[in-house]
């Protein structure tokens, strides 16, 4: 009977699937992460491993599951957690789950975008307060959206989504993609921007969904930031290293630009130095596709993906080298 190990609890049907697939199946007993050594450990003797963005899929990875390996299927759509080439070289097949996050991500893309915009984490904290003011016209001003511009750097499923929601608010939508996308443009009328720059100077809030790549890096830095407008927002939920978070919280301390909503940091769980601190940045802890909907559908495809690679068919969802 083949081995199905699933590193992590997950919710919706995605076990049971693998499990009335006639496998064999060992799910993590731990809701956390697990420790480099209890991973390796863990994993040994696998067919196929259901695993999350929290574990590194490298060469010692593959090595410690052995053999048998055919298929691992990442619990994410981003993928900045496998050696591709890795995986290649042992002919294990790589999937992720696109898709059926992407109005989760998005519509979190816009919370963001809406809380800082509107102070939502000050307001809430003002009105907890005891004394907070019955009504001031001058407390806690904001920035409308309607009629702003929307600067949406990397428009694949995720950017395109969030483009439609800024144009159904009224706002002028940009773009920056390495590939330019006319039917998206004249279906929504979006504009694209030849240079991440031209976007960053136009834009009043920039949201980023590009994938963490070498090419990716660091994309949002010092200068960058410094070419965006002082009242600004800059929104990540895309992956932390985008962003140089240093090259942030100095640009957030010193007024650079107005404000940031941050669902990913460069190296989870830690922030950098003085983030903590600004009231103007609203942060939530990687909980981008954290809906029912998009976490249960992630399972269940990434459950698909592995029945599909041990019954010997092409996967659903497989991720290109
Ligand atoms: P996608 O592949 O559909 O879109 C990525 C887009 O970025 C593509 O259009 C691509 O051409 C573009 N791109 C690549 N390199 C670029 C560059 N240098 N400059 C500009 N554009 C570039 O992916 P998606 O499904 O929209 O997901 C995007 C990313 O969002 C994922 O890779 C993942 O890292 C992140 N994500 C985060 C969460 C979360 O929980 N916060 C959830 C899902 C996805």
Do not use: W
Request: glycine share 8%; net charge negative; with cysteine.
């Amino acid at each position: 009977m083949a081995k199905v190990v699933v590193t992590r609890k997950i919710p919706g049907n995605g076990v049971r699937m693998l499990r009335d697939a006639g496998f064999e199946v060992a799910v993590s007993p731990h809701d956390r992460v697990l420790e480099r050594g209890e991973l390796l450990n863990f994993i040994q003797g696998a067919d196929g491993v259901l695993c999350m963005l929290t574990d590194k899929v490298d060469e010692e990875f593959i090595n410690a599951v052995g053999p048998n390996l055919k298929i691992v299927a990442n619990f994410a759509v981003g993928t900045d957690n496998f050696n591709l080439p890795a995986l290649l070289s042992h002919n294990v097949q790589a999937t992720n789950t696109p898709d059926v996050l992407t109005e989760a991500v998005a519509e979190h893309a816009f919370a963001l975008i809406m809380a800082i915009t509107r102070r939502i984490a000050e307001a809430d904290k003002l009105a907890r307060s005891g004394f907070p003011p019955a009504f001031g016209p001058e407390v806690l001003l904001g920035m409308e959206l309607k009629g702003k511009t929307l600067g949406v750097l990397g428009l694949g499923r995720i950017g395109s989504r969030v483009a439609e929601i800024g144009k159904s608010m009224g706002m002028d939508v940009i773009y920056y993609d390495i590939k330019q996308n006319a039917d998206f443009e004249a279906k929504v009328g979006a504009v694209f921007k030849s240079t991440p720059e031209d976007l960053l100077k136009e834009a009043d809030v920039v949201s980023v969904h590009v994938p963490l790549l070498d090419s990716t890096r660091h994309l949002i830095n010092t200068d960058r930031l410094k070419m965006m407008k002082p009242t600004a927002y800059l929104v990540n939920t895309s992956r932390g290293p985008v962003v140089d978070e240093v090259a942030l919280v100095e640009a957030l301390k010193n007024g650079t630009i107005k404000g940031a909503g941050l669902d990913v940091f460069e190296n989870e769980p830690n922030h950098a130095p003085g983030l903590d601190e600004l009231t103007n940045v609203v942060m939530t802890p990687h909980i981008a596709s954290a809906t029912i909907e998009a976490r249960s559908a992630m399972g269940e495809l990434a459950a698909k993906n592995i029945i599909a690679v041990l019954s010997g068919q092409p996967p659903l969802t497989p991720v290109k080298v």
